[in-house]
């Protein structure tokens, strides 16, 4: 079946720093893959996503690209704040009516 | 534009007893998704909802429930409560299901 591994957490980070979430998949065909966010207290709020090969998602400075070779699809920003502190959720789904497949998710905090 | 409403945000529940759980969508969205978020089982797809039609399932016993009304408002129902069913119940809707999904807040059960 398919599945979503997220490296392990939490990240713990100094604002400005550089972060990477790595991020692997198993699915057959060509799943769309997406980020999501929770904040504390909060739902899932979707922050990028790509469709297909080589694409490139992005928002509020975080970048993932779908890497099919490497069935990868690793989370990046160049400077962190403190407010990008919460969970992050690696998902995928093949359109198979509403079903996204979750990574078990990463704790980021990003100290002042 | 009004983002996916879950009602109530809070609810306890004592052992034996049934509860339902409501969702409405995103204004024009078809498709609803009902997800379970655990510490110990991270986030998990029980069913979604398309058209008042229960089009695909996770792996959750027969006490876990669903339907879709017309205006494609969705309500969960459990019954037979156990201790372990205490989660952070979380609904997505979306246009057709195979796109991206918005989350509502969630309703925090628990279980005692």
């Known amino acids: 079946g398919d599945s979503v591994t997220q490296m392990e957490g939490p990240v713990t980070l100094s604002e400005e720093a550089f972060l990477t979430i790595n991020c692997t998949y198993t699915?057959?065909?060509?799943?769309?893959l997406f980020w999501y966010v929770q904040y504390p207290g909060e739902g899932l709020q979707l922050l990028l996503k790509a469709t297909k090969a080589d694409d490139k998602g992005s928002n509020k400075g975080f970048e993932a690209t779908y890497r099919k070779e490497t069935t990868s699809f690793h989370l990046e920003k160049g400077s962190v704040q403190v407010s990008d502190s919460a969970v992050y959720f690696c998902a995928l789904t093949r359109a198979s009516y509403g079903k996204l497949t979750f990574g078990q998710g990463t704790i980021l905090t990003v100290h002042p | 534009k009004a983002g996916v409403t879950q009602t109530p945000r809070y609810l306890i529940k004592t052992r034996g007893q049934q509860v339902t759980l409501s969702c409405s969508p995103i204004s024009g969205h078809r498709s609803v998704s009902w997800y379970q978020q655990t510490p110990g089982q991270g986030l998990q797809f029980l069913f979604e909802?398309?058209?008042?039609?229960?089009?695909n399932k996770g792996n959750f016993p027969g006490r876990f429930s669903g339907r879709q009304f017309s205006n494609s408002r969705s309500e969960m129902n459990v019954s037979t409560l156990e201790l372990g069913d205490s989660a952070l119940y979380l609904c997505a809707s979306s246009l057709l299901g195979d796109t991206e999904a918005f989350f509502g807040q969630g309703t925090r059960l628990t279980v005692v």
């Open positions: 909802y398309f058209s008042e039609t229960q089009r």
């Open positions: 699915a057959t065909g060509y799943p769309s």
